[in-house]
Structure formats: C-alpha cells, structure tokens
DNA sequence: GTATAATGCCTCATATTCCTATGTATATTT
DNA sequence: AAATATACATAGGAATATGAGGCATTATAC
C-alpha cells in the first residue's frame, strides 16, 4: 500500500530534508532512498520531486553541483543547507504537533 | 498556533467524522467541537466544511435533517451512519499507517 | 434603542500542490 | 537488438483548503 496523494501534500519538503539530512544524494537517489526505508509506502513521483529540488534549493535550503562519473553522463547532487537543516527542525515539530493534535481528536479523549 | 493548510488536505472527513461519531451535531457545532477539542488548533473554516458536509451526505457517510428551534429557526443537522462508521475506522487505520511510515523517514531507524 | 458580535447556513474565485503524461538521453541487462 | 533502469525536466490537469462574500437571526454591549 502506498501513501494516500491528500495526505502526502504538505510533507515532501520533509521527506526530501529527512533524506538529505543522513547524506548527499541525487534526485533519482532521494526517490529510491524513500522508497526502500519506507518499504515503497512513499513513492514520490518525479513530476513531484524535481520541482521541489528546484524550489528548495532557491529558498537555500539545500545545495545543487553536477558531479560528472567515470561514465561520462553528469548528476545533478543536493546536499543540505544549515538553514535546510533548521527548516528540517522546525517542520519536524510542526508535524508532532500536528500528530499529537489529530490523535487528541480521534482518540476523543479532551475538551467538553 | 494553528494547524498548516497543507497538513490538513486530506484529514477534514476523518475530522469530522470523529466529531459526529461523538453525537449529532449542526455545521456550526462541528466547528467549535474541533476547535474546542484542539485547543484552536484545528479551526476549520467554513468553506472548508459545508462542502465536504454535502459530498459526505451524498456519499451516505453522514445524515442530515433540519430541526426546528423554539426560538423559530431552523438548523441543519448532522448524525453519521454506518457507512460513516466503518469509513472512520477506515480513515483512522490509514493514518496510522502514515504516521508510522513518515515517523520511520523522519526518525531515519531502517532502511539501507 | 442601537450598534456590535456571535450564531448559522451557503457559494465562488483563488492558491497550492500532487499526479500523469511526455520528452530527452545514457547505461545495463537479457 | 530490445527492454529496462537510470537520470533530469516541464506542462497540463485534478483535488482541496482558504478567503471573501452574501444572507438571516439572536444575544450582548454601549
């Protein structure tokens, strides 16, 4: 089963972050990294995730070069930024608060 | 502070199914139950609700019917049915399942 | 008494964001 | 030689929350 569209909005630049955060990699390596650490639940599309490289990388919050291989063609790599890496903080708790809320309203357990 | 539109795409029927779930309510009521419960979090606007309230009723997951006040005027009412019922489960099951799965990216514990 | 806020229902235009489809090109496997 | 995987990129369409607006009644504040 993978990860219902409606609830996947919001939380690509997380996912990108999170993967970015453990080490350099490019765009192609980022979906195949969701993929496997989240056993094909998170199967981002590329129509998705290069237009979000884009953006993310003109906010600064990571950093493109092409690195050429042995092989001839060029790979565009992303690293995080510090500012990706505080981004990644912030929307880290953003979403615990989110979770923790949306528990509270499923669970019924406060208010009147 | 208040819940990220982009995180709540996607999470408005099961929020409201988890109010109606509780007792009937009116649109209105569905509003201040979520903000109440929440503690302002999740303020649901109103063009947000009402639509999702008609394509719910359509889609049987809720029942509506008017109810005279003594005051004189009528309000539109809300009760969820069975159909609504074992979407709820449905609902709450999946974003279990993406909780786990988002926690597992984030928290970066398996996977190559 | 009258202005203001709160209650209560509803619709439409807009912005955001993801997906599908498409295009290009190279490398590897069968 | 053909098919598949790698790798980057853009355009068009679909879904959905918001903001702004409209309408009407009731309670509260001045």
Same mark, same amino acid.
């Given at each position: *089963?993978?990860?219902?569209?409606? $609830?996947?909005? /919001?939380?690509?630049?997380?996912? =990108?972050?999170?993967?970015?955060?453990? +080490?350099? *990699?490019?765009?192609?390596?980022?979906? #195949?990294?969701?993929?496997? =650490?989240? +056993?094909?639940?998170?199967?981002?599309? @590329?129509? !998705?995730?290069?237009?979000?490289?884009?953006?993310?990388? #003109?906010?600064? $919050? =990571? +950093?493109?070069? %092409?690195?050429?291989?042995?092989?001839?063609? +060029?790979?565009? *790599?992303?690293?995080?930024?510090?500012?990706? !890496?505080? @981004? $990644?903080?912030? $929307?880290?708790?953003? %979403?615990? &608060?989110?979770?923790?809320?949306?528990?509270?309203?499923? &669970?019924?357990?406060? /208010?009147?």
């Amino acid at each position: *089963m993978s990860a219902p569209t409606e $609830l996947l909005k /919001g939380n690509a630049t997380v996912l =990108i972050l999170s993967a970015l955060a453990r +080490e350099p *990699m490019h765009g192609y390596g980022i979906v #195949k990294h969701l993929d496997s =650490i989240s +056993e094909g639940y998170f199967h981002m599309r @590329e129509g !998705t995730l290069y237009p979000h490289l884009h953006r993310m990388e #003109k906010d600064a $919050l =990571i +950093e493109g070069y %092409w690195k050429s291989q042995t092989g001839g063609r +060029e790979r565009r *790599m992303y690293q995080i930024t510090s500012n990706g !890496t505080s @981004e $990644l903080f912030r $929307l880290r708790a953003q %979403w615990n &608060d989110f979770h923790l809320n949306l528990t509270r309203v499923l &669970d019924q357990k406060a /208010g009147a």
